[in-house]
């Protein structure tokens, strides 16, 4: 088991930034790929941002290309999301996610490949 704990969430004005954290415990000595989604009232779950294990490989969703970063630190296991002129839009609740990999190159962009998830936290861009 994996347990996953974010943080960093909060209420900004647009244009600002904001950096999440995720922090995962357990079997994390497991090969992990990691990612973050995030949902807004009345939208269903979205990706925001994916990495490798290796965090050679990235993937991110067309609305945060350029103003979102995702980084990990394995000796920390921990995962980032760096947030840059956010926008109201990007108001939701965001999750992060592991899943074990097959390689260290491994990134999923479907929420099916995940199997832990954190309990979310809040992020609010008030225009």
Do not use: H
């Amino acid at each position: 088991q994996v347990q996953l704990v974010e943080s960093g969430g909060g209420l900004v004005q647009a244009g600002g930034s904001l950096r999440l954290s995720c922090a995962a415990s357990g079997r994390t000595s497991s090969r992990l790929a990691m990612g973050w989604f995030r949902q807004a009232p009345g939208k269903e779950r979205e990706i925001v941002a994916a990495i490798s294990w290796s965090g050679g490989s990235t993937l991110y969703a067309d609305s945060v290309k350029g103003r979102f970063t995702i980084s990990r630190d394995n000796a920390k296991n921990t995962v980032y999301l760096q947030m840059n002129s956010l926008k109201p839009e990007d108001t939701a609740v965001y999750y992060c996610t592991a899943g074990p990999a097959a390689f260290s190159s491994t990134v999923y962009d479907s929420s099916s490949s995940y199997d832990y998830w954190g309990q979310g936290t809040q992020v609010t861009v008030s225009s």
